[in-house]
């Protein structure tokens, strides 16, 4: 959506007061140096992009709706499970760097075979590396990689809901 790219866009901006106030600073002596005259345009600069981009982003988060069929209807495409499939080889005891490489010989598998990870019968992913045993379903499939999402800020549905009532709360503040 349009406001959350001007957001981004913004932050180059406030980026580039940050880099002329950094810049001023760098090497002043002990003493007041009329240099840093040159302080407050960058600052007040970044100061009032963040508060129209604040004004904006609340705005845009009051009022945004999303088409969950659309976004669901996508979501088994693109081997979303890929992530969580290695870390089930991790929690197995396989180094990750071997889990990457036997994850994108399952990815390509997959590929080859035009199914999701999930659909891979346990006898494939048995022939690729033979530490998988059934747990591994629980790993796989959206439903799953979303679940087992749960460190702070992650994408699972319980983080997530954490987050949208926090701000929904602090929003309501104001």
């Excluded at 790219?5 to 003493?31: D, F, H, I, M, W």
């Excluded at 999303?66 to 197995?92: P, R």
């Excluded at 390509?108 to 346990?122: I, N, S, Y």
Aim: glycine share 8%; net charge negative.
């Amino acid at each position: 959506p349009d406001p959350m790219e001007l957001t981004r866009g913004k932050s180059a901006r406030v980026y580039g007061s940050l880099v002329t106030l950094l810049t001023l600073c760098k090497g002043l002596p002990q003493a007041y140096n009329r240099d840093l005259q040159e302080d407050k345009e960058p600052l007040f600069d970044a100061t009032e992009t963040i508060i129209a981009v604040l004004e904006v982003t609340e705005e845009f988060a009051r009022n945004i709706t999303f088409n969950t069929d659309h976004i669901n209807a996508g979501l088994g495409s693109g081997f979303l499970d890929a992530t969580t499939l290695a870390d089930y080889l991790v929690v197995k005891g396989m180094p990750f760097r071997s889990a990457h490489e036997v994850v994108g010989t399952c990815v390509a598998r997959a590929e080859k075979a035009g199914v999701e990870l999930k659909d891979l019968k346990l006898e494939d992913l048995a022939d690729i590396n033979p530490i998988f045993d059934d747990g591994v379903y629980s790993y796989l499939g959206v439903e799953n990689a979303v679940r087992l999402f749960q460190s702070y800020g992650s994408t699972g549905a319980a983080r997530v809901a954490e987050q949208m009532d926090l701000w929904k709360e602090k929003l309501e503040k104001k």
